[in-house]
Structures are given as C-alpha cells and as structure tokens.
T-cell receptor
Framework: IAGITQAPTSQILAAGRRMTLRCTQDMRHNAMYWYRQDLGLGLRLIHYSNTAGTTGKGEVPDGYSVSRANTDDFPLTLASAVPSQTSVYFC??????????????FGPGTRLTVL | GQNIDQPTEMTATEGAIVQINCTYQTSGFNGLFWYQQHAGEAPTFLSYNVLDGLEEKGRFSSFLSRSKGYSYLLLKELQMKDSASYLCAPEDSNYQLIWGAGTKLIIKP
C-alpha cells in the first residue's frame, strides 16, 4: 500500500506555463487537500475536497484550480504559473465522515520553482 | 481572526526533556493535532487532543486546555532523530486545520 503519491517530485517551470501536479491516494479516503508550504510560514490550504465530485476553496486559492472526478485522484493545476507560486506543495487525505479522529496523511510533496 | 503562536526554534540536549508550547485562537474548535516534520519531508501525525488533559504515547505526550487556548507537546528521552519541526494545528468548527509555522527543535549531543 503506497498511501499517497505525488508527481512530479520536483519541477522547474517557466513563468506563464501551465502545470498540473498529480496526487493519488489508495486509502479510499473521502477528503483530500492541497497545501503550499513556504519558508517561515505554516501550511496554507489552497483547495480541498470533502468527497468525490465536490471541491472547495481554501485560504490561498487564487491562481490554482482542482478537480475530483473520483475518490483516488486530486490534481492541482496552475493555469499560468508566476514566480510567487514557487513553493513546496503537499497533498493530503483524511477519512472524513467516519467516527474517530480525522487525521490528515500527507504525500511526499512536490518542489516547484517558477522562473 | 485565527492565530497560532509557537516558538520559532528551540534547542535541547540528547536524553533530556523538552516542552513545546502552542497557543491558539480559532473560529470554533474541535480538537488539536501535533505533527512532526523532518527537513525536506512531509508532516507526519503525532497526536490529537480533543478533551482537556494529557495524552501519553511513548516518549511523546500532548496536553490541551480548551479554556486557555493552550497546548504543549512534551518529548522525553530526546534522541538525535527528534531533530525536526513540530507543527501545532487546531481544528476549527469546519474541520479545517489551522497550521502554525512550527517549532524547529535542534537536539545537541
């Protein structure tokens, strides 16, 4: 069981280019999340999905879009990358809707540099 | 507004005990998570507190006071591998986690 995988591991991207970060989980979790982490700041939520077919905006959604066509996949798209989107991006998932603690489990991250 | 306050950095000696404090203000509150994050890696779950009091899990314990908006993580018998950042994350009324910037813990021999 892999848990959560993300691709690519790292990427250097020219400003203005379109980029999709991939995230796949095999835990059959209902909820999935995209965060960005910048030096000196806490994780900031970009978008989330509480269940397949639904998405919501987090704290910093501008410039990003997501889709949740099925339970396992939650891609994050940068339509036209800008240098301020240089960051480490983490995907996470949680069971949500069950009993007990709704712990989030994280993928290994994607290090994105926009030049 | 929502705010998390943790020390930026702490230093401790191998074998000792360290307490990492976290104070928070959130829109509603369901519980509080602590995560560990080694440099260059993803956060990993350590503990979750929903009721007041101390939760013990091996060398790590976490305490919560809901009325004071306060939590701490206690690490005992420190090992070099405990060098990492520790993230405090209260869960608001919408079940979203509010993340602090984390406390970088440096363990010295």
């Amino acid at each position: 069981i892999a848990g959560i995988t993300q691709a690519p591991t790292s990427q250097i991207l020219a400003a203005g280019r379109r980029m999709t970060l991939r995230c796949t989980q095999d835990m059959r979790h209902n909820a999935m999340y995209w965060y960005r982490q910048d030096l000196g700041l806490g994780l900031r939520l970009i978008h989330y999905s509480n269940t397949a077919g639904t998405t919501g905006k987090g704290e910093v959604p501008d410039g990003y879009s997501v889709s949740r066509a099925n339970t396992d996949d939650f891609p994050l798209t940068l339509a036209s990358a800008v240098p301020s989107q240089t960051s480490v991006y983490f995907c996470a998932s949680s069971a949500r809707g069950g009993t007990g603690t709704d712990t989030q489990y994280f993928g290994p991250g994607t290090r994105l540099t926009v030049l | 507004g929502q705010n998390i306050d943790q020390p930026t950095e702490m230093t401790a000696t191998e074998g000792a005990i360290v307490q990492i404090n976290c104070t928070y203000q959130t829109s509603g509150f369901n519980g509080l998570f602590w995560y560990q994050q080694h440099a260059g890696e993803a956060p990993t779950f350590l503990s979750y507190n929903v009721l007041d009091g101390l939760e013990e899990k091996g060398r790590f314990s976490s305490f919560l006071s809901r009325s004071k908006g306060y939590s701490y993580l206690l690490l005992k018998e420190l090992q070099m591998k405990d060098s990492a950042s520790y993230l405090c994350a209260p869960e608001d009324s919408n079940y979203q986690l509010i993340w602090g910037a984390g406390t970088k813990l440096i363990i010295k021999p």
